[in-house]
């Protein structure tokens, strides 16, 4: 699914995103500084071409450390360089301070008094390079830019969100339906999206209903897609017991991409209009992430316009709130055409998605840009849980 673009009236400047690693560059705002004092270190680490739980995983075995024992507030993925904040109990700063591993740099570290935990931070600020621009397209960006520090940008959660094929999404709304067959089908793949050979060949083997040749082909990293195809040989037929076998942590990213999902559908039908509120709406105040119904769109516009408030989309849940009217219509017009309702949420143990409250948009803030040669270099802030590439792509308009 492509999502519309809040500046389609305007032309993309272009070019490529990520080509080298120092392109991306990510960095926390945290929420607040180390006090000085405590039983948690707080170290400020620089990763490259790792991702956030592989990083603390290295740290982990290196220290001698249970990873459960390092806190993080927030993800982040294997592209490009990353600044952010990890916790460790009972680590002194000088041994934070001299921990040396390939692809992590400690930057610095300081004392606190609490373990770091998910969403301890305020936002993320990007440096992005974008290449192979012409100069004669660049004399767009400014225009660009000026639209979404007025509108905000939109909040989509983009392709990053599901997966390598591009099927996590699926995944997750067959579980949602307690599809189990659909569960499988959706994790072996689809051949057509992927590039090697033999990894191509297992999921046509699959498909054909040869699950022991597609078990020789499929490559050893597929770890989820062997353990899954190993069962349905030795008990043909049984897609929920196979499909068991998948690891709890794979299982909420496959839902999570589900409401993901769900959410960018929201955001792609009122992308023209996603500045203004309609009357039902739940709207979201951007200080703090509180939500409140609208009962007159007309009186909350002021606020919404200066974007101190937006509509919020559903990241939907069994006990998410609901909003009002025509938009309460939308979502659940979104959520039939997809086979789904709000009970099937309801998913038994850890998996359990209670849901919540989202904004369409969010502000930028701290945004620059500079062109030299062929590429464009732009400097920004968002708030946390907020993509760059739904920035980037504005830009651009090539994803």
Request: proline share 4%; net charge negative; aromatic share 6%.
């Amino acid at each position: 699914m492509e999502h519309p673009y809040l500046t389609s009236d305007l032309p993309g400047i272009g070019g490529t995103i990520k080509e080298a690693s120092g392109d991306f560059l990510v960095e926390e705002i945290p929420s607040y500084l180390p006090c000085g004092s405590g039983e948690h270190c707080y170290l400020v680490i620089e990763k490259c071409g790792i991702t956030t739980l592989e990083a603390i995983n290295r740290i982990a075995r290196s220290l001698k450390v249970p990873e459960r024992d390092i806190g993080y507030a927030g993800m982040k993925d294997a592209v490009g360089v990353t600044r952010q904040t990890i916790s460790i109990q009972w680590l002194s700063v000088e041994k934070a301070l001299s921990l040396q591993l390939d692809d992590i740099r400690v930057l610095s570290a300081a004392r606190h008094s609490n373990k770091l935990k998910i969403g301890h931070l305020k936002g993320n600020r990007f440096q992005i390079v974008i290449r192979g621009v012409s100069k004669d397209s660049v004399r767009q960006v400014p225009a660009i830019l000026g639209v979404l520090e007025k509108r905000g940008v939109p909040n989509y959660f983009g392709y990053q969100r599901y997966g390598a094929q591009g099927n996590s999404h699926l995944i997750g709304a067959a579980m949602l339906r307690r599809d189990w067959r659909g569960c499988v089908d959706c994790l072996i793949g689809d051949p057509a999206l992927v590039r090697d050979e033999e990894w191509s060949a297992a999921i046509r083997a699959y498909q054909q209903g040869d699950v022991n040749e597609a078990l020789c082909l499929f490559p050893r990293h597929c770890r989820s897609e062997r353990d899954v195809l190993q069962r349905l040989a030795t008990r043909p037929g049984e897609y929920e017991k196979a499909f068991s076998v998948v690891h709890p942590r794979l299982k909420k990213i496959y839902l999570s991409a589900a409401q993901s999902f769900l959410f960018d559908q929201v955001v792609s039908r009122r992308i023209d209009h996603i500045d203004e509120l309609i009357t039902g709406d739940l709207a979201c105040k951007h200080v703090n992430g509180a939500c409140f119904l609208v009962e007159d769109a007309a009186t909350e516009q002021g606020r919404a316009t200066a974007l101190e408030i937006s509509a919020s989309g559903p990241m939907f849940g069994c006990k998410m709130k609901r909003p009002e009217g025509e938009v309460l219509e939308m979502e659940n017009e979104i959520l039939e055409q997809s086979e789904l309702v709000l009970s099937g949420f309801d998913v038994p143990g850890v998996l359990r998605m209670e849901g919540e409250r989202r904004p369409l948009r969010v502000p930028v803030e701290d945004l620059s840009w500079n062109a030299s040669g062929d590429m464009v270099t732009v400097e920004f802030a968002l708030p946390k849980g907020s993509y760059a590439t739904s920035l980037v792509r504005e830009i651009t308009k090539t994803f």
